[in-house]
Nanobody, 123 residues
Framework: QVVLVESGGGLVQPGGSLRLSCAAS??????MAWFRQAPGKDRVFLGT????????YYADFVQGRFTISRDSAKNTTYLQMYNLKLEDTAVYYC??????????????????WGQGTQVTVSA
């Protein structure tokens, strides 16, 4: 079992930055990822990081604006977001995979999920 707790969401102006955190506890994981879901839309993959090596992979539409990192000592992964846009408004979720998965860019590839944190980009 893995428990994930996100934090860091809030209200930010367009062009601003925000860093989300996801603290994990429980069994070891192979990778953690970030997704988001806007009202009335599907959950969308943002990026993932392998826990041991720290290798990252991002969805094309966030390249250069979002960065994922992890602090192994704190069992925490981070989503740093820059130049936020109105369309980035969503609930952001972190997820964890206990085993290696080929579906690393899909929700089905992750077993454990956080409760989500709201990010609102508004002037």
């Amino acid at each position: 079992q893995v428990v994930l707790v996100e934090s860091g969401g809030g209200l930010v102006q367009p062009g601003g930055s925000l860093r989300l955190s996801c603290a994990a506890s429980g069994r070891a994981v192979t990778a953690m990822a970030w997704f988001r879901q806007a009202p009335g839309k599907d959950r969308v993959f943002l990026g993932t990081i392998t826990w041991n090596a720290g290798n990252t992979y991002y969805a094309d539409f966030v390249q250069g604006r979002f960065t994922i990192s992890r602090d192994s000592a704190k069992n925490t992964t981070y989503l740093q977001m820059y130049n936020l846009k109105l369309e980035d408004t969503a609930v952001y979720y972190c997820a964890a995979a206990p085993y290696y998965t080929l579906n690393f860019d899909k929700a089905i590839g992750y077993t454990y999920w956080g409760q989500g944190t709201q990010v609102t980009v508004s002037a």
